[in-house]
């Protein structure tokens, strides 16, 4: 649990995935077609991937990857993120970290 809160504070937006994952692909570039490079951990190497999976679930994600923070704060995964983007509530939460030169 410790290490999900020290990496999704690293960053102002990180997002957890694994690189076999189409839905980490697709929110990933969600963020770089709204002009935010966020800090991406993937964890299929990681010794503790599995321990990250089930903190991930605990803590509330819908499902283990992708696991989007802002500013330190779950937002959710993919189902959580689309719902903020389409709502238009996405673009006011990630503004801060939004990049002219992008």
């Given at each position: 649990m410790d290490k999900v809160m020290r990496m999704s504070s690293e960053k102002g937006v990180v997002i957890v995935t694994k690189s076999s994952c189409c839905l980490c692909y697709a929110v990933q570039i969600?963020?770089?077609?709204?002009r935010v490079q966020p800090t991406i951990h993937e964890i299929d190497n990681d010794?503790?991937?599995?321990e990250i999976e089930k903190a991930l679930l605990r803590i509330g994600c819908s499902t283990a990857v992708p696991a989007v923070f802002v500013s330190g704060k779950l937002v959710g995964s993919t189902n959580e993120v689309m719902s903020l983007h389409l709502s238009g509530s996405l673009?006011?939460?990630i503004k801060?970290?939004?990049?002219?030169?992008?």
């Open positions: 969600l963020f770089r077609d709204l010794p503790d991937c599995r673009v006011p939460l801060p970290y939004q990049s002219l030169l992008y």
